[in-house]
T-cell receptor, first 114, second 113 residues
Framework: GQQLNQSPQSMFIQEGEDVSMNCTSS?????WLWYKQDPGEGPVLLIA?????ELTSNGRLTAQFGITRKDSFLNISASIPSDVGIYFC??????????????FGEGTQLTVNP | NAGVTQTPKFQVLKTGQSMTLQCAQD?????MSWYRQDPGMGLRLIHY???????DQGEVPNGYNVSRSTTEDFPLRLLSAAPSQTSVYFC????????????FGSGTRLTVV
């Protein structure tokens, strides 16, 4: 079953506010990925993290790979209405013989009020 | 580039019917996967493939079959549709190891009545 706990499940914020969401796991992942899904579309990759402690930014988005390799967080600064959507974290473990598989969190539904 | 193309976008099936969801990618990706998305449960892996001729089961494989005869195509077959298979299905592909993340199709919304 699901191994990633993502929180919060939903957020309602005002335009201009900052947003934080996180994912935790009971097991170690070698890669953390953050995706955004717009209504009626598939998830789109926002940020990929490959090393414990890594902090990576993509515009107003910043994500960190936790030191223990069991967690990650995503921050969005100065939110705008087009930030609305579902944000997913995903962890990846590498198995040399069977390839790599993604495990997804349950998602955070973000609503931004203008 | 078209990326990952899924067809159909919408489908309604009667219980017991079979059908195939199509997925094609034009990026020469080795890895392809099928996920289902249900409210409050994120995306769950059904089947995946690390290359042509190689497939393996994911988290929720029961009731689904896959095959990978070419690098480009990875169809998902529902053998005998059940209402529990009502969901949104996503196909995804990536380069070897998925180190650059997966590219997703736009999904197929399936309703089984």
């Amino acid at each position: 079953g699901q191994q990633l706990n993502q929180s919060p499940q939903s957020m309602f914020i005002q335009e201009g506010e900052d947003v934080s969401m996180n994912c935790t796991s009971s097991s170690i992942f070698n890669t953390w990925l953050w995706y955004k899904q717009d209504p009626g579309e598939g998830p789109v990759l926002l940020i990929a993290l490959y090393k414990a402690g890594e902090l990576t930014s993509n515009g107003r988005l910043t994500a960190q790979f936790g030191i223990t390799r069991k967690d990650s967080f995503l921050n969005i600064s100065a939110s705008i209405p087009s930030d609305v959507g579902i944000y997913f974290c995903a962890g990846q473990k590498r198995k040399e013989t069977s390839g790599s598989r993604l495990t997804f969190g349950e998602g955070t539904q973000l609503t931004v009020n203008p | 580039n078209a990326g990952v193309t899924q067809t159909p976008k919408f489908q309604v099936l009667k219980t017991g019917q079979s059908m195939t969801l199509q997925c094609a990618q034009d990026m020469n990706h080795e890895y392809m996967s099928w996920y289902r998305q249900d409210p409050g449960m994120g995306l769950r892996l059904i089947h995946y493939s690390v290359g042509a001729g190689i497939t393996d089961q994911g988290e929720v494989p029961n009731g689904y079959n896959v095959s990978r005869s070419t690098t480009e195509d990875f169809p998902l077959r529902l053998l005998s549709a059940a209402p529990s298979q009502t969901s949104v299905y996503f196909c995804a592909s990536s380069y070897r190891g998925g180190a650059l993340g997966y590219t997703f199709g736009s999904g197929t919304r399936l309703t089984v009545v």
